[in-house]
């Protein structure tokens, strides 16, 4: 993977990954196009440049995640979400092995686009009564429900984004407040990822911890700050974009798009490639 590679997939990662498109379909996609071999090093690129977008929520909310007024209701905030990754934290370390041997397979996560695209075209229509507007108001149980629905995007292809989204409008969240915790839980559930593969996973190949891999060579070090800094700057206009899309037209677009992406997708896997 060369610099201008790396380049266009953290492009490709912060405009993704807050959408509910899933960024892991379309990463896929650009590496084999590009013909990238996946080594350790790639994987672990994929998964630390979320580092990057984590940082770009933190960012556009500082005030929620900094305000510290009122401590009872920081503390809240924070509880909620502490509650809400555990599952994901659970079932992520169980399934680990099995989620990446999926990654390195594109027909089922296209697949998995798809069907998930058929159900962004009626999730507007069966959640038209929401009594959740702001976070505030979303309790740790709903929180926790919406942890769960979290852990669907476990299989590459979900988007963590879609089914937190979803699994916040079932709880009763409007549109506007769901993808807003979803953003929310996205910071310490992707954190907890890219921790555990920078500093406790052991890659298989090279027998190096992730940290390791990227302070193996100044190429690495490189790639892993560019990498970041892209998914950074490209995430925060993502997110701008995706509120106002989804205040204007709900989620029918992105269903559209997931359908129509996924099918190229699935062709190009089997015939193509």
Known sequence: MNTLQAFLIAILEGITEYLPISSTAHMVFLSSYFGIQEDDFVKLFQVSIQFGAILAVVALYW?????????????????????????????????????????????????????????????????????????EDITVKKAVAIGFWQCLAMMPGTSRSAASIIGGMQQGLTRHAAAEFSFFLAVPTMMAVTCYSLFLKTYETTQLKGYELILKSNE??????????????????????????????????????????????????????
């Open 220 to 273: 690495n070090i490189q790639l892993f700050l560019i990498g970041n800094l892209v998914a950074f700057i490209v995430a925060i206009i993502a997110i701008k974009f995706f509120i106002e899309i989804i205040k204007k037209y709900g989620f029918k677009p992105w269903g559209w798009y997931r359908i129509i992406v996924g099918a190229f997708l699935l062709i190009y896997f089997t015939y193509l490639k």
């Open 63 to 135: 005030r929620k995640f900094f305000d510290f007024s009122s401590l009872n209701v920081a503390m809240r905030f924070y509880l909620k979400l502490i509650y809400a990754v555990i599952p994901a934290l659970v079932l992520g370390k169980l399934f680990d092995d099995k989620i990446e041997a999926v990654m390195g397979d594109p027909i089922p996560i296209a697949i998995v686009l798809i069907l998930g695209g058929v159900v962004l075209l009626f999730v507007d229509s069966r959640f038209q009564n929401p009594t959740v507007v702001k976070e």
